[in-house]
């Protein structure tokens, strides 16, 4: 009898412990739904994570050109990484399609920066302001869409 005793006070232990997972449960219940509120809170992580970073760097011999006359992004932010390793100081400035400056980055030799700003669906242009240097070929073309 006295085994036996001991056969029915493990089950009764092992039901202590399932109700005490099910008070932990409970309390687990109000962490997931604070998960949620994270995982609320990701998809905006996401959309400013999803922030489109363009590479743009000039000849790094020193000619007056970019490395590509071409960008193309999608509407939203937009971060211009702009790397110049030539001795040949340069910048880019962004602008619209009707003429007016969106962005520009410092004046940089031997670095990189970055400029960021934000775009919709058109064309948009890119060049050197240093005097000269657009008119050598430091221009491009950035579509959105
Ligand atoms: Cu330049």
């Known amino acids: 009898m006295k085994a036996s005793l001991k056969f029915l006070v493990v089950p009764l232990a092992v039901g202590a412990l399932i109700f005490a997972g099910c008070g932990s449960n409970d309390s687990s219940d109000d962490s997931s739904s604070t998960d949620t509120t994270t995982?609320?809170?990701?998809?905006?992580?996401?959309?400013?994570?999803?922030?489109?970073?363009?590479?743009?760097?000039?000849?790094?011999?020193?000619?007056?050109?970019?490395?590509?006359?071409?960008?193309?992004?999608?509407?939203?932010?937009?971060?211009?990484?702009?790397?110049?390793?030539s001795p040949v100081g340069h910048n880019v400035v962004i602008e619209d399609s009707g003429g007016k400056e969106i962005a520009s980055t410092d004046v940089i030799t031997g670095q990189s920066t970055t400029?960021?700003?934000?775009?919709?669906?058109?064309?948009?242009?890119?060049?050197?302001?240093?005097?000269?240097?657009?008119?050598?070929?430091m221009k491009g073309t950035l579509t959105v869409k």
């Open 39 to 85: 995982t609320q809170s990701q998809p905006a992580d996401n959309s400013s994570a999803s922030g489109q970073v363009l590479q743009l760097a000039a000849d790094p011999s020193g000619a007056l050109a970019y490395d590509t006359t071409e960008l193309s992004a999608k509407p939203g932010k937009v971060t211009l990484d702009f790397t110049n390793e």
């Open 115 to 137: 400029a960021e700003f934000t775009v919709k669906p058109g064309t948009y242009t890119f060049f050197c302001s240093i005097p000269g240097h657009e008119q050598a070929g």
